[in-house]
């Protein structure tokens, strides 16, 4: 008798045991049988969800060990000969190409390089594993490969695809010679729990044929190498030392100084330029942004008079000043001036309210004193500044220095030192 013969009759013999144990006299009610079953998967549940949320278990070598065992060890499983790729959440199966395939979503897999500390830490690097339709099938792996060969994320990475940038590619053509618009595939990496990289791909390439493609592998030519016929291009990559974020297409870098106490940071907001974030005459120089100067790493704060600081009343105010100019003229000494008594001259600024889109600080400087602070003197704060009128662009090459005077406004129900930071003007320098 053959090995799953004799389980097979272990397992018949163990039922009419537990079938008898089961139903001897007095048989249980139905119900009782149903409520003893849900109560086995229930504790099973919290047992299985106890060792997870509470104890940290990572159930995903298990579940790898019995889909091998139930399939006999069979399947292909990219994590025993991937180096660095050693749990299955670290593989996503996605359509990162839009073409239409038996099956469409290819497998996205994410590894650990240059291990420290058993493996637990490490740069993440990615591939991407795809199937042709040739005979025999070939699986193809792309490396993800962002500038300078850098890594994707420190501490974790996510993915998605999604066609952010709509775009006829030349170098992606279909078996007519069509442009295509293929979606891109979107790697977004942590540090610390932080957003802070993000890389931006695009599979390139046209379908080619596999005749010559075999012919070539059967009986290469000297010195020839057989490559895919597509690869994923890196468009776009981004690291912001306070954090990056995407809205669409558009990505916001965050970069903060080292030791600046009010948490500002150079914002840079770039958009693509034809198809692309690099520049074509220099593809792993990033293109302009769009829009650059500071503003506040966790956003201004609610109460904007009552900080600790005199510098952030000056950018809370040239922030606001052109999308919420009420805001903005509460921050002015006198009680919360309306609107209608603002005058561009008191504040080293030329346009009206009604030409003024916005004003991009590009530099703020102010010299920390503690005890000026705390015993509410008046404290001068230096910035350029430039104002953007309606539809225009901000250049901080054409920013103006202005001189600002902080006021400290006593208010003994305010923190942090019993008065209220108010602006009370700036001159042009």
Partial sequence: MSGSGVVLVVLLLLFLVLFYITFRPPIPKIQQLV???????????????FWIRILGGNPNPRRLDLARWLAGDT??????????????????????????EPRKEEWVAFYRYDVVGGGKKGPFGGAIYDYDRCRPPTVHAYELVPVNYDYLGEDGVTTEVANIIPY??????????????????IVTGFSRGVATDLNIFRKVGGEADCVPRRTAQLAPAPEQI??????????GSFRGSYSVAREGAKVIVLDRAG?????????????????????????????EPDEEGLAFGPGRPDQTRQVYYPEK??????????????????YVCGGGKST???????FGLKLPLAELEKVVVCEIRYDPEVVQEQNHADRTVWAKVVEVKKGGIGRCEEARPVECTVTAAPNPAA??????????GCQAR
């Avoid at 057989?226 to 468009?235: A, T």
């Avoid at 209608?340 to 008191?346: K, M, Q, V």
């Fill in 226 to 235: 057989v490559v895919s016929p597509f690869g994923y291009q890196n468009i």
């Fill in 259 to 287: 030791f600046e106490r009010s948490q500002f940071v150079v914002r840079r907001v770039y958009t693509p330029k034809q198809g692309t974030y690099f520049r074509r005459d220099n593809p792993e120089v990033l293109v």
């Fill in 313 to 330: 009343t000056v950018l809370a105010f040239f922030l606001e000043l052109g999308p919420n100019p009420t805001n903005a003229m509460s």
């Fill in 75 to 100: 399947i292909i499983d990219l994590t025993q000969f991937v180096p660095g790729l050693d749990d299955m959440s670290y593989i996503h199966r996605l359509d990162t190409d839009g073409e239409e």
């Fill in 415 to 424: 923190l942090p030192y019993g008065c209220e930071w108010c602006l009370r």
């Fill in 340 to 346: 209608a008594e603002y005058h561009p001259e008191e």
């Fill in 35 to 49: 409520g003893f079953v849900l109560l086995l998967v229930v504790a099973v549940a919290l047992v299985y969800l």
């Fill in 168 to 185: 006829q590619d030349p170098l992606s053509t279909d078996r007519m010679g069509m442009e295509l618009d293929r979606p891109e595939v």
